[in-house]
């Protein structure tokens, strides 16, 4: 029973902020909703109905979600009107280590203006080098982030999209000055996190040549612009993109590495040393939405592990899901990241094992794995992906079951190619580049699929645009059919003891 108090809270707070973050809730609905709550209260106490218990729980939870979402801020400040379409200059300070595009710095500036804050994007040459915590002077045309027409007739809501980090205004382009720095003690900790970031990048790219490299940072550290456009398109295209997008699956292969290196040490020390490389390793790769909902898991994976308690993968990933929506609950509605990485990760719970039992004919039982998940993945994804972007991509199952099996040694030796080059390209460079040569080699092959895949006619088609409505028939069928999958597995399941009870008596 415990188990639906959970999810009565969980989805009444999910519920909440979903609504919320769409349109104002009325003061009488929340008065409605706080009555509800004290006469369910009330009731419980003179009949103990226990859908009673789970209505309460349900109302207190959404109660909860609604008030959390109306405190989180969604325009630009009134203070700041008046700059608006005009060319001004402010000071401030750079808040997130700063987006490397091809031509451009994109520098998150959070501004004040009497006594209040917000953050703007300011788009900044690549010289100097700027870095989190560098205290700027702005200059440029202040606007307020505005949609803009996608594919297949879609429209973007970029400003919604920067809703979510809390910005709400950009300069593009601007002239940025440094003037100084700040000395807090956060940012200064995201400083020293962004030079090792920087120091490790340096080295990989000493190591392994270019395209290779940008790939080999995209899949340890995150980040995809080094890419290049054609070969993002060609990701893109491949339904690979995925890959070079830091994601859960790229958090859990460092999990278990640190858990393999320390398999000697004491458990406790193991564990400890483990959740303190997991937050690191999530804030030093800019602590990406998908990320984080991966390094909550495993640091609660790693509780239960210590704790001698059992982990639940579906409880926690919920409550990684909340936990995040408490810290910012615009992340639900405003961040298509989140969205993908959370249904992906429910596919893979859900549907992965349902699947695999459909393919026992094939023998080799790594493989059978392989294609499970990655069917899992991909289906639990597709209409949400496809409402995002409308891209079908035809040819991303083969494609993602060629790469996926090399990602852990790829990951493995460009990162051990890179501490070679931090330590010995001032002595013997050769050496450097000869350790590299494995990571080239795995990593020019990922490349080499995406790129095959997206030149293959038809590999992908663009949708036109459908209302967000029909996720709800959609996500209603596939949720049905796991249910009925478990239903006759449980019934299966059933049948077999009964059947084995039999035959010993």
């Known amino acids: 029973m415990e188990a639906y108090y959970f999810y009565a809270a969980v989805f009444g707070f999910l519920f909440s902020v979903f609504v919320r973050s769409l349109i104002a809730v009325p003061e009488w609905c929340l008065a409605g909703v706080a009555i509800g709550i004290v006469v369910c209260a009330g009731l419980i106490c003179v009949i103990r109905y226990r859908w009673l218990v789970l209505l309460c729980v349900f109302l207190v939870a959404s109660f909860v979600g609604i008030e959390r979402t109306s405190y989180a801020p969604i325009a630009l400040p009134p203070e700041f009107n ?4 005009k060319k001004v200059t402010l000071e401030g300070t750079i808040v997130v280590p700063p987006d490397l595009r091809e031509s451009s710095d994109r520098l998150t ?4 203006r009497d006594s209040v804050k917000t953050r703007i994007i300011a788009s900044a040459g690549l010289t100097p080098a700027f870095h989190v915590g560098d205290r700027v002077r702005v200059s440029g045309m202040l606007k307020t982030p505005a949609p803009f027409d996608g594919d297949g007739g879609r429209i973007f809501r970029y400003d919604q999209f920067l809703a979510k980090d809390g910005v709400f205004g950009i300069m593009q382009p601007a002239q940025v000055y440094i003037i100084g720095r700040d000395s807090s003690a956060w940012l200064s900790f995201l400083r020293i996190l962004e030079y090792i970031k920087d120091t490790f990048d340096a080295a990989v790219e ?8 940008a790939l080999a940072i995209g899949i340890i550290a995150g980040g995809k612009q080094g890419l290049g456009t054609r070969l993002l398109d060609a990701f893109t295209i491949a339904g690979m993109l995925q890959i070079v997008v830091l994601s859960g699956y790229n958090v859990m292969i460092v999990a278990e ?6 398999r000697t040490a004491p458990k406790r020390t193991a564990l400890i040393i483990a959740a303190v490389t997991i937050t690191l390793f999530v804030l030093a790769a800019g602590a990406g939405s998908s990320a984080v909902r991966a390094g909550i898991m495993a640091l609660l ?4 592990r210590g704790t001698h308690r059992t982990y639940d993968v579906l409880r926690s990933l919920f409550a990684a899901l909340v936990l995040m929506l408490l810290w910012n609950p615009l992340l639900l509605t405003f961040d298509p990241g989140l969205q993908l990485s959370f249904m992906a990760t429910l596919g893979l719970v859900l549907g992965s094992n349902l699947i695999e039992k459909k393919f026992l004919w094939i023998r080799n039982g790594t493989f ?8 899992a993945a991909q289906i639990a994804v597709l209409p949400v992906l496809l409402y995002q972007s409308g891209n079908l991509s035809l040819v991303a199952i083969p494609a993602n079951l060629l790469a996926m099996p090399v990602l852990p040694a790829a990951m493995a030796v460009s990162a051990i190619a890179a501490l070679c080059a931090f330590i010995f390209s001032s002595f013997v460079p050769m050496l450097t580049l000869i350790v590299g040569i494995p990571a080239y080699i795995l990593l020019a092959y990922v490349i080499g699929i995406a790129d095959y895949s997206a ?7 663009i949708l036109p645009a459908f209302p967000a409505w029909w996720l709800v028939p959609a996500y209603a069928f596939l949720g049905y059919v796991v249910w009925s999958e478990k239903k006759k597995a449980a019934q299966a399941e059933l049948a077999r003891l009964s059947s084995a009870l039999v035959s010993v008596k």
């Open 82 to 85: 008046s700059l608006l379409d």
């Open 109 to 112: 500036v959070e501004v004040t």
């Open 206 to 213: 000493r190591t392994i040549p270019q395209p290779e490299s």
């Open 257 to 262: 590495g640190v858990l393999a290196v320390l």
């Open 301 to 304: 994976a790693l509780t239960a």
């Open 368 to 375: 059978r794995e392989m294609l499970a998940t990655t069917l």
């Open 455 to 461: 030149r293959i006619p038809y590999a992908n088609i």
